[in-house]
C-alpha cells in the first residue's frame, strides 16, 4: 500500500487538506470555506468550533476524493494563518471568544499607548517584531479583559485572568488550536510563537517581562517545539473523527511553510506568497539579522537537534484581498479578469491605488493608514483602477524588496513565487519588471500546505534529507523584465507620493463607531 503525507492548511479565508507523495506532487485536495465575522469597523473574527469541524470534514473528504484510507498517511503537518489568537478552556475546549483574526485593528490604541511608553524598541529587540495589532499578545490580552466569562457549572466561575493564573484556560494561535484538537496536547512551533510578540526569539523561550507587560500568565501558553518534531506534537486519536493513529509532527505560519516548501533552505534565498496579503521572506541563516527599514526579524524554520534558521519578513497586509474588493464592488466579475481589463490599456493614466483597507504594514508600518484611489480625472476607466490594483501589488513588493537588500546586504537574483495571484501571468510580468528582477513560479504552486507536508515527513523519515525536497522543486514559468530600469523607476516615484496621501487617514473612526 502506498504511504504519503497529509497537510491541513488553515487559512484565513478557508481550510485546505493536501496529500502529497514523495515526489512532492497533489494526490489529494479538498476545501472549505468559512464565515468572516466584522463585528465593528476594522475588528474581525473566526468561530474556532467552525473551524475545527471544517478541518475534521476537509481531512475526511479529501481522503474519500482520492480514495485513500488514513492508515496511508505517514504524518500530518499543519501549517496556519498566524497571529490569530484563541483563548479556550484547557479541559473543555470550549473557546471563550471568537478568535481574533491578524487582520483585527481592535488593539490599535493598546499600541500606541505601548508607543507613547517607549516600549517599541524593547519589544522589537527581544521578539524582531514592530509594535502592531497584528500580533497576538493585544489580542490575548483583549480576550482576557473583553470576553464574557464562560457560562459553566458554578465552581467553574471566576475571572478569566484568575482561571487562567489556575492554567484553567489557555491560549494559542490556529496551530496550537488544531494540534490541541488532533491530539489533545497544548503545543505550538518556533515560528508560530514567534509571531506572538511574547516570545523571544534570541533566548528561544517565553519573555516573562512580555507576559507581564500583558498580563498573559505563563500557564497560558503553549510548548514551544521545533517546525520539524522527530519526538512528534503527538497522534490523532484512533477512536477519533479519523478512526487513525496518525502522527503530528510539523507545524509552521504560512509564510514559514511557503518559505519551506519553496526549498528556500539557504541564506539568502527568498519567496514572495501572494494570498489575502503577501509576505516576502529570505532566509538569513543562524543571524537573526535586524531590521533599519521596517522589516521584521523572524523565525524561518528550525528542524529537529539543529539550530534555529531565521528570516527576514516583509508583511504586506493586502494584496489579493485588493482584487477580492474589485470584485465586490462589481469592477470585475472575477479575478482572472483583472489580467484582460489591466492589458486592454497602456497605462493607468497616472491613476494609483494604495490598498491600505487595515492601515499599511511594512516598512510604513501606519494602523490608520485606509484604502486611497489617487490620480483620477474624468477619462478613468475601470480599467485604469484595475491596472493601479495590479500595479499596488508590484510597488509594495518593491518596497519590500528594497527594504531587503538595505539590511542583509543580499541581492535577490530570483524571487519564488507562490500563491493564488501568481496564477495571473500579467502580474508576474509586471512584477518582474518593477522589482528588476527574475520571477520563479514552481509547479506545485500550493507551496505552504507543500512546506507542512515537508516538515512533518521529514520528522517520521517519510523523506530522508532537504537535498530530495530540493530535487522536488520545478518551474513552471519564469518571467525576465522586459522594461528598463528608468521606466520602472519613474513609475514608482509617483507611488510613494500616493502612499503618504493614505496614511493617517483613520484618525477618529475606532472612537467615534
Not at 483583549?142 to 465552581?155: F, H, R, T, V
Not at 512533518?456 to 514559468?477: I, K, S
Amino acid at each position: 500500500m502506498t504511504q504519503y503525507v497529509g497537510a491541513i492548511d488553515q487559512g484565513t479565508t478557508g481550510t485546505r487538506f493536501m496529500v502529497f507523495d514523495h515526489e512532492g506532487q497533489v494526490v489529494a485536495n479538498a476545501y472549505e470555506q468559512h464565515e468572516q465575522i466584522y463585528p465593528n469597523p476594522g475588528w474581525v473574527e473566526h468561530d474556532p468550533i467552525e473551524i475545527w469541524e471544517n478541518t475534521q470534514q476537509v481531512v475526511l473528504d479529501g481522503l474519500a476524493d482520492a480514495g485513500l484510507d488514513a492508515d496511508q498517511l505517514d504524518a500530518i503537518g499543519i501549517t496556519n494563518q498566524r497571529e490569530t489568537t484563541i483563548v479556550w478552556d484547557k479541559d473543555s475546549g470550549r473557546p471563550v471568544h471568537n478568535a481574533l483574526v491578524w487582520q483585527d485593528r481592535r488593539t490599535t490604541d493598546r499600541v500606541e499607548e505601548l508607543q507613547d511608553d517607549g516600549k517599541v524598541e524593547e519589544i522589537r529587540e527581544k521578539t524582531g517584531l514592530e509594535a502592531d495589532a497584528y500580533f497576538s499578545a493585544t489580542k490575548t490580552e483583549w480576550i482576557l479583559d473583553n470576553a464574557e466569562p464562560l457560562k459553566m457549572q458554578s465552581s467553574r466561575g471566576g475571572d478569566l485572568r484568575d482561571r487562567a493564573r489556575a492554567g484553567e484556560l489557555v491560549m494559542g494561535t490556529i496551530d496550537s488550536w488544531l494540534i490541541y484538537n488532533l491530539t489533545g496536547n497544548h503545543i505550538t512551533d518556533v515560528t508560530n510563537a514567534s509571531r506572538t510578540m511574547l516570545y523571544n526569539i534570541r533566548d528561544l523561550e517565553w519573555d516573562d517581562e512580555l507576559l507581564d507587560e500583558f498580563d498573559v500568565p505563563k500557564e497560558m501558553v503553549p510548548e514551544v517545539r521545533p517546525s520539524s518534531d522527530e519526538d512528534y506534537y503527538g497522534h490523532t486519536d484512533p477512536d477519533g473523527f479519523l478512526g487513525e493513529e496518525v502522527p503530528v509532527a510539523g507545524a509552521l505560519g504560512d509564510q514559514q511553510a511557503a518559505l519551506f516548501g519553496q526549498t528556500c533552505f539557504d541564506e539568502g534565498d527568498a519567496k514572495n506568497t501572494y494570498g489575502t496579503g503577501s509576505f516576502y521572506l529570505m532566509n538569513t541563516g543562524t543571524d537573526a539579522v535586524e531590521s533599519d527599514h521596517g522589516l521584521l526579524t523572524t523565525i524561518g524554520f528550525q528542524m529537529s537537534g539543529e539550530p534555529v534558521q531565521y528570516a527576514l519578513e516583509g508583511s504586506i497586509f493586502i494584496t489579493g484581498a485588493a482584487i477580492e474588493w474589485l470584485e465586490d464592488v462589481d469592477l470585475i466579475n472575477n479575478a482572472a479578469q483583472t489580467a484582460e481589463l489591466a492589458r486592454s490599456v497602456d497605462s493607468t493614466d497616472g491613476v494609483y491605488m494604495v490598498p491600505a483597507f487595515t492601515g499599511l504594514g511594512a516598512p510604513h508600518w501606519d494602523g490608520r493608514a485606509r484604502g486611497t484611489i489617487v490620480g483620477m480625472t474624468r477619462g478613468t476607466g475601470k480599467e485604469h483602477i484595475v491596472r493601479a490594483t495590479l500595479e499596488s501589488i508590484a510597488y509594495q513588493t518593491r518596497d519590500i524588496a528594497e527594504a531587503m537588500e538595505a539590511d542583509s546586504g543580499v541581492e535577490t537574483t530570483t524571487l519564488r513565487v507562490d500563491g493564488g495571484a501568481v496564477k495571473n501571468n500579467f502580474l508576474c510580468q509586471l512584477q518582474s519588471d518593477i522589482i528588476q528582477t527574475d520571477i520563479a513560479r514552481p509547479e506545485v504552486d500550493e507551496t505552504t500546505a507543500l512546506g507542512s507536508a515537508y516538515a512533518a515527513g521529514l520528522a517520521v523519515g517519510y523523506w530522508d534529507n532537504v537535498d530530495e525536497l530540493r530535487d522536488n522543486w520545478q518551474v513552471d514559468r519564469e518571467s525576465t523584465p522586459e522594461k528598463s530600469q528608468g521606466e520602472v523607476d519613474k513609475l514608482y516615484s509617483r507611488w510613494d507620493d500616493a502612499v503618504e496621501r493614505s496614511k493617517n487617514w483613520a484618525i477618529d473612526d475606532e472612537e467615534e463607531e
